[in-house]
Each structure stands twice: as C-alpha cells, then as structure tokens.
C-alpha cells in the first residue's frame, strides 16, 4: 500500500506551537533530535506492508529520509486538497491502487508493526473508509497526562486515529461533505451537525453506541465506513499542544535511553568475568 503523509501545516503567530516551529513546518519540530515527522517516515520504512511513501508539504531540501521510495509534493494550502493531491499522486504511481493509507506526520510514537496491523485488519473486507479509534482507558493508561479530547458514546469513550485508510474514490466523491468533516475534526459535535441535526442532538445526549454512530455517518455521507479500534495510544497520539510535545519528547528520549543501553556491552559483567578467569589460571614459578 503508498502512504499519504500529510506535513503541511505551519503554526501560525497565535498557535500553541509556533514558539517551537518558528514559522517552519510543525512537522518539522524536533523531537528527541528527529524532525517530528522523521519519526513517522521511520514507522513507515519498518512496515512490511508499505512500499512507497508520498510526503505532502514538504520538499526534499527538508532532509528527512525513508527507506521505501520517496516522494514529495507541495503543500496545496488545505488537508482535504493535500489528501486528494496524494491519492491522485499514488494512481499516477500504481494505477491499479485500490487503497491508500493517510498518515499524519504528528504521531511520531507510530511504529512499523502498528501500521502492518491496521492494513491487515482492515483489508479483511471492503469499505470505503477505515477510521480508527482508541478508547479512553487504551490511551490514558499509556498517555496518562495527554489531555485528549473524547467523543462520549452509549458504549465508550474514543479519540480517533491519525493513520486511516481511504478508498481512491474518497478523493473525487462526497468533498464538499469531507470537508467540512475536516475542518470540525477537533469537534466531534460540529461534527455530528454536519450529518445532521438529528444525529448532533443523539451524540450530544450519548443515544449512540459506536457501531450505531458508525453506520448512521457513513448512511449520511453515502459511503461504506468501518470503525477500527486500537489496542494501541500511539497512533491516536498526536501533537497539538506544547505540553503534548513535551510529553512525546520524554517518552522518545527515554525510549530511545532504553535501547541504547541494551546495544552497549555490559563492562561491569566483562571485568568480572575476567577476574574470575584470573584466578582459575595459576602461574607456575620458573624452575631455576
């Protein structure tokens, strides 16, 4: 499957995290010493099930690198636009693509058998739109202090995913729909109006489960749509605010601690393992 990694977006003076991007690209950050979105290319490069990346918004004077052919278009100035400019990037690629996968380049916790999982689990049948979710007690016992914000269901309480697999028809079909799904995408209500009024007033009361709420949307827009639920956070894990930033950039550091630890030889095991040797081998005086 080609990957759409979208990294268009430029904090703006205003936003949460223009102090850190100083007018450059959010994805572009650093975090733990790689651009935020280096992280995600990286998740991408270990996927069995990737073979090619799009990056949307950024050039390759950026420098980030992945390990699957890379391609690079420029920022189209809205998501819907920089979604649509990639799918029609992939079928100029593959003309026989079916599916693409949309990738936000602010989740850089992502990892490679996460985005395997996803492709496996939703190819198991054949709608149109993939959207996954995490629920709330799945992210907060890995992001305790992340501050999400959750749609309320009958059923459970969710975020939702940054990494989703859309048909290629999702690109020309229903846009004036999607985009104002898009644009309300931090408003799970606003949402819900844009499907109408009848479906606002049921989210906002809690009457929906999440298959109900599933079904009712994808009835609304016209389209065959399946929920996927996460056993994982990080892929619903995205970085909006400074204290998320901050939260990503210890929890990478401390990861990346971790395994470095584990790639350096243990001196204190070697030292003693060669005093042990020492003392087995006893030196014979010299016969005069």
């Known amino acids: 499957m080609i990957a759409i990694v979208t990294a268009g977006g430029i904090p703006q003076p205003g936003d949460k995290l223009y102090a850190y991007s100083n007018g450059d690209s959010k994805a572009l950050i650093d975090v733990a010493g790689k651009p935020m979105v280096q992280w995600v290319l990286d998740a991408l490069s270990d996927a069995k099930l990737v073979n090619q990346v799009i ?21 189209q100035g809205r998501m819907l636009s920089n979604i649509v400019a990639g799918v029609n990037k992939a079928l100029e690629i593959n ?8 990738v936000s380049s602010d989740i850089p916790t992502l990892k490679g058998d996460m985005v395997d999982w996803l492709i496996k689990t939703a190819m198991q049948t054949r709608d149109d ?37 859309i048909h290629v028809s999702m690109a020309t079909d229903h846009l004036d729909t999607w985009e104002q799904l898009i644009g309300n995408r931090k408003s799970p209500l606003k949402q819900a109006s844009v499907i109408g009024l009848d479906t606002f007033f ?19 827009i016209g389209i065959k749509g399946r929920a996927i639920i996460w056993e994982h956070a990080e892929p619903c894990m995205d970085v909006d605010k400074p204290h998320q930033l901050e939260l990503i950039r210890a929890d990478l550091a401390s990861q990346r601690k971790k395994e470095s630890i584990k790639k350096t030889p243990n001196k204190t095991k070697f030292i003693n393992k060669n005093r042990q040797l020492e003392k087995r081998i006893k030196v014979k005086p010299k016969r005069k």
């Open 55 to 75: 990056v949307i918004g950024l050039s390759p004077k950026s420098g980030v690198t992945c390990k699957k052919p890379l391609h690079f278009i420029s920022n």
């Open 95 to 102: 003309k026989k693509s079916e599916y693409v996968l949309i």
């Open 129 to 165: 739109l993939y959207y996954g979710v995490c629920p709330r007690e799945v992210m907060e016992a890995r992001f305790p202090t992340s501050n999400r914000t959750y749609t309320k269901l009958k059923d459970m309480q969710v975020c939702g995913a940054d990494v989703n697999i």
């Open 202 to 220: 049921q989210l906002f009361t809690r009457q929906f489960t999440l298959q109900g709420l599933v079904e009712r949307a994808s009835q609304r």
